[in-house]
């Protein structure tokens, strides 16, 4: 957390004291959250572009000529026809916000203090630091409970309309 040019940066132009943002118990989730997005924002993005192409252009044509402006063709067209896409990529992404062990272990290993632990880090810790593999096993199933039970309302409630057969 001492060395960097963005903390040289942040320490020179900005006033934030030495140490950075990953030293400050305050700021290091937020540093975190965003390389976390930064990370995890690709997939996504490929996903829902693919969901936008295949609209077809006849639909958003058609909008146009009926006098629909951009932010109308968003909210009418564009959304509810790349629902399903929507629905999977949050899904993913939610059950990938459970696994960002690797993120938080290489940027602050739960640290400062414990103001970045996260399920992953908690089990880790427990398990291969302090040798409690049972508390850590504990961490393990309620994590994935937690995931599993996620899932299982997001699939309820938000779950992506089944495809139609044609014929």
Same mark, same amino acid.
């Given at each position: 957390?001492?060395?960097?040019?963005?903390?040289?940066?942040?320490?020179?132009?900005?006033?934030?004291?030495?140490?950075?943002?990953?030293?400050?118990?305050?700021?290091?989730?937020?540093?975190?959250?965003?390389?976390?997005?930064?990370?995890?924002?690709?997939?996504?993005?490929?996903l829902i572009l693919?969901?936008?192409?295949?609209?077809?252009?006849?639909?958003?044509?058609?909008?146009?000529?009926?006098?629909?402006?951009?932010?109308?063709?968003?909210? %009418?067209?564009?959304?509810?026809?790349?629902?399903?896409? +929507?629905? @999977? =990529? &949050?899904? *993913?992404?939610?059950?990938?916000?459970?696994?960002?062990?690797?993120?938080?272990?290489?940027?602050?290993?739960?640290?400062?203090?414990?103001?970045?632990?996260?399920?992953?880090?908690?089990?880790?810790?427990?398990a291969f630091i302090l040798?409690?593999?049972?508390?850590? %096993?504990?961490?393990?199933?309620?994590?994935?409970?937690? +995931?599993? @039970? =996620? &899932?299982? *309302?997001?699939?309820?409630?938000?779950?992506?309309?089944?495809?139609?057969?044609?014929?």
């Open positions: 957390p001492n060395y960097g040019w963005l903390n040289r940066l942040l320490e020179d132009y900005l006033g934030v004291p030495g140490g950075g943002l990953l030293a400050n118990p305050d700021t290091a989730i937020y540093v975190i959250c965003f390389v976390a997005i930064w990370h995890g924002v690709g997939l996504p993005m490929v693919g969901g936008l192409q295949d609209i077809p252009k006849e639909v958003v044509e058609a909008a146009r000529i009926d006098g629909a402006g951009n932010l109308r063709i968003a909210w %009418s067209i564009s959304i509810p026809m790349t629902k399903d896409v +929507i629905a @999977t =990529v &949050t899904l *993913l992404q939610l059950i990938g916000a459970f696994k960002v062990f690797d993120t938080v272990q290489a940027l602050t290993r739960g640290g400062p203090g414990t103001a970045t632990h996260v399920f992953g880090t908690l089990i880790y810790r427990d040798g409690d593999f049972g508390y850590a %096993s504990g961490i393990a199933v309620v994590a994935s409970t937690l +995931i599993i @039970t =996620v &899932t299982f *309302l997001y699939m309820t409630f938000i779950r992506p309309s089944k495809i139609e057969k044609a014929g």
